[in-house]
């Protein structure tokens, strides 16, 4: 049985909003276990890394952090590797870094009490590798780091095989949850008073009810929509070949599905798309642009973009940067291209060379830089409903969001609560935030 005396545990986590959800079900698991989380890991016996493995940056993130703890500081402490570079890397994380003892994919989740009783015994390679395909990696307990905003994992794996991408490798194939489950923790939350929440799965809009496949990723919005309580209700990643037109009929429906999609595109050349096995070409991909450009809701549209994958010539990357002007996002995350392993692009020959590949991100970055300018610009006198997020001492301002995900900074005389909603006119804007001044 774990010591509850003096128990203490670190956690950081790298990666996306999948893996924040996950640390979320780490965090509650070892709490329900006696231990207790500090904030600093000099003042923790445990200290965890929930990993991403997506970019080869964010992988050395965590092996530098581990670094940090190879001789003196590290004494004493247990070291644990979690998420997506454990599954991928598995034991051969114990010769590269001898002082970790817990290796743990997110698939052994819920196997989380089985491991911390080896770590107590004394356990130096502790492993949780496990790829279940009969499970959606749900654990009894989640910690949830906000009392207003909540992520449900609806779907999680992948099946599409993108050249580039990891993920198959380290969640495994697309399981769906039921979606009388997916709606009972939706409600359950709304009780508990959350308002606002974030559906999550690799791919997402790919859901199905293993219980009745005739309700897909729509039909779940449209439930969710309308369970009491909840007042914005968001989605993340959708992949292009399964977004399909009655998700953006569900969106114009009901207010409560928040009017931001993010689908990311990787390239606009077909020959890049066909050699990255993106399933869709660039004209099946503009016409679910066009879907949301009829939308009667303004539907905020971000992406990811990738420069640089091999064989990209400059014609390719000129293509690239038409469809980012044609589309005109509100928003994008792009990246140099970088070899994963176990993927298919690895074998690919790499024809850029870094100096290339950099100066192709910084022209993409600055494009959508200008486009950002412009497009926030066009909100000025507008009126926004926000969530409020907080308060900065330093500007004097409230933070709050829109339902298009944008961040709207806002001076007001009344007093407010994280969680609190209200609208704000917008005026000013810049390139990555809006601000504005409370109406009511």
């Given at each position: 049985?774990?010591?509850?005396?003096?128990?203490?545990?670190?956690?950081?986590?790298?990666g996306?909003?999948?893996?924040?959800h996950?640390?979320?079900?780490?965090?509650?698991?070892?709490?329900?276990?006696?231990?207790?989380?500090?904030e600093?890991?000099?003042?923790?016996?445990?200290?965890?890394?929930?990993?991403?493995?997506?970019?080869?940056?964010?992988?050395?993130?965590?092996?530098?952090?581990?670094?940090?703890?190879?001789?003196?500081?590290?004494?004493?402490?247990?070291?644990?590797?979690?998420?997506?570079?454990a599954?991928?890397?598995?034991?051969?994380?114990?010769?590269?870094?001898?002082?970790?003892?817990?290796?743990?994919?997110?698939?052994?989740?819920?196997?989380?009490?089985?491991?911390?009783?080896?770590?107590?015994?004394?356990?130096?390679?502790?492993?949780?590798?496990?790829?279940?395909?009969?499970?959606?990696f749900?654990?009894?307990?989640?910690?949830?780091?906000?009392?207003?905003?909540?992520?449900?994992?609806?779907?999680?794996?992948?099946?599409?095989?993108?050249?580039?991408?990891?993920?198959?490798?380290?969640?495994?194939?697309?399981?769906?949850?039921?979606?009388?489950?997916i709606?009972?923790?939706?409600?359950?939350?709304?009780?508990?008073?959350?308002?606002?929440?974030?559906?999550?799965?690799?791919?997402?809009?790919?859901?199905?009810?293993?219980s009745?496949?005739?309700?897909?990723?729509?039909?779940?919005?449209?439930?969710?929509?309308?369970v009491?309580?909840?007042?914005?209700?968001?989605?993340?990643?959708?992949?292009?070949?399964?977004?399909v037109?009655?998700?953006?009929?569900?969106?114009?429906?009901?207010?409560?599905?928040?009017?931001?999609?993010?689908?990311?595109?990787?390239?606009?050349?077909?020959?890049?798309?066909?050699?990255m096995?993106?399933?869709?070409?660039?004209?099946?991909?503009?016409?679910?642009?066009?879907?949301?450009?009829?939308?009667?809701?303004r539907?905020?549209?971000?992406?990811?973009?990738?420069?640089?994958?091999?064989?990209?010539?400059?014609?390719?990357?000129?293509?690239?940067?038409?469809?980012?002007?044609?589309?005109?996002?509100?928003?994008?995350?792009?990246?140099?291209?970088s070899?994963?392993?176990?993927?298919?692009?690895?074998?690919?020959?790499?024809?850029?060379?870094?100096?290339?590949?950099?100066?192709?991100?910084?022209?993409?970055?600055?494009?959508?830089?200008?486009?950002?300018?412009?497009?926030?610009?066009?909100?000025?006198?507008?009126?926004?409903?926000?969530?409020?997020?907080?308060?900065?001492?330093?500007?004097?301002?409230?933070?709050?969001?829109?339902?298009?995900?944008?961040?709207?900074?806002?001076?007001?005389?009344?007093?407010?609560?994280?969680?609190?909603?209200?609208?704000?006119?917008?005026?000013?804007?810049?390139?990555?935030?809006?601000?504005?001044?409370?109406?009511?």
């Open positions: 049985m774990v010591d509850t005396l003096m128990r203490t545990f670190y956690i950081e986590t790298f996306c909003q999948m893996n924040v996950d640390s979320e079900k780490v965090i509650g698991t070892l709490v329900e276990k006696g231990y207790s989380r500090v600093e890991p000099a003042d923790a016996e445990l200290i965890l890394y929930n990993t991403c493995s997506i970019r080869d940056k964010a992988e050395q993130k965590v092996f530098s952090r581990l670094q940090q703890f190879k001789k003196e500081a590290g004494k004493g402490k247990t070291f644990g590797v979690l998420g997506c570079v599954q991928q890397e598995g034991e051969k994380i114990f010769e590269r870094a001898p002082h970790v003892s817990l290796v743990c994919g997110s698939a052994s989740y819920t196997k989380l009490p089985q491991l911390l009783v080896q770590l107590e015994a004394g356990g130096k390679r502790v492993t949780g590798l496990s790829l279940d395909t009969d499970e959606t749900e654990t009894p307990y989640t910690r949830r780091d906000s009392p207003h905003r909540a992520y449900i994992t609806i779907i999680e794996g992948c099946d599409k095989s993108c050249a580039y991408c990891v993920v198959p490798f380290t969640r495994g194939p697309e399981r769906s949850r039921t979606a009388a489950g709606l009972a923790e939706a409600r359950e939350l709304a009780d508990m008073g959350y308002t606002e929440i974030q559906l999550l799965g690799q791919n997402v809009n790919s859901y199905r009810d293993p009745d496949a005739s309700q897909d990723f729509a039909a779940l919005l449209r439930a969710i929509g309308r009491p309580g909840l007042k914005r209700v968001r989605f993340t990643t959708s992949h292009p070949r399964d977004f037109k009655p998700i953006i009929d569900a969106i114009d429906e009901n207010p409560v599905l928040c009017n931001h999609v993010h689908l990311p595109v990787q390239a606009g050349s077909d020959k890049v798309l066909a050699a096995r993106r399933l869709y070409t660039r004209d099946d991909y503009m016409r679910r642009i066009e879907w949301m450009k009829r939308s009667p809701r539907i905020a549209i971000t992406t990811d973009i990738i420069v640089g994958f091999p064989g990209e010539t400059e014609e390719d990357f000129q293509q690239t940067l038409s469809l980012i002007g044609g589309v005109e996002y509100d928003s994008m995350f792009s990246f140099k291209y070899p994963r392993p176990n993927t298919a692009a690895v074998g690919m020959a790499d024809s850029l060379d870094e100096l290339e590949k950099g100066r192709r991100l910084s022209i993409v970055q600055e494009r959508q830089r200008a486009i950002q300018i412009r497009r926030n610009a066009e909100l000025i006198g507008a009126t926004e409903e926000v969530m409020v997020e907080g308060f900065n001492q330093g500007t004097g301002q409230w933070i709050g969001r829109t339902g298009q995900n944008r961040t709207l900074n806002f001076t007001s005389p009344g007093t407010h609560r994280p969680g609190d909603y209200l609208d704000v006119l917008v005026t000013r804007s810049g390139p990555n935030s809006l601000a504005g001044e409370a109406v009511n």
